[in-house]
Nanobody, 111 residues
Framework: QVQLVESGGGLVQPGGSLRLSCAAS????????MTWYRQAPGKEREYVAS???????DYANSVKGRFTISRDNAKNTGYLQMNNLKPEDTAVYYC?????WGQGTQVTVSS
């Protein structure tokens, strides 16, 4: 059974950076796209960024120019590099791939 495990979250000051990872177990990772979502307290889960199996990327307007999504198929892992973080980026971040959700990783941006 496929599992996704996120890591890399934490507490960072405004303007700081974090890199989230999403490691997938099982085979077939390279054939699927991957999407990152986030959910802030009291808000609905929202789309952040996606990367297709061919490497095509897309971003929400709120993170465009600050976040970069990537993948390493040899490692069955996707990444979300987050730069110039803002307090409004505070949320639990989830990856979705191969029809599965990860457990989420908390990102808190605060001084």
């Amino acid at each position: 059974q496929v599992q996704l495990v996120e890591s890399g979250g934490g507490l960072v000051q405004p303007g700081g950076s974090l890199r989230l990872s999403c490691a997938a177990s099982g085979s077939g990772f390279s054939r699927y796209g991957m999407t990152w979502y986030r959910q802030a307290p009291g808000k609905e889960r929202e789309y952040v960024a996606s990367i297709g199996s061919s490497g095509t990327t897309d971003y929400a307007n709120s993170v465009k120019g600050r976040f970069t999504i990537s993948r390493d198929n040899a490692k069955n892992t996707g990444y979300l590099q987050m730069n110039n973080l803002k307090p409004e980026d505070t949320a639990v971040y989830y990856c979705h791939a191969m029809r599965q959700w990860g457990q989420g990783t908390q990102v808190t941006v605060s001084s």
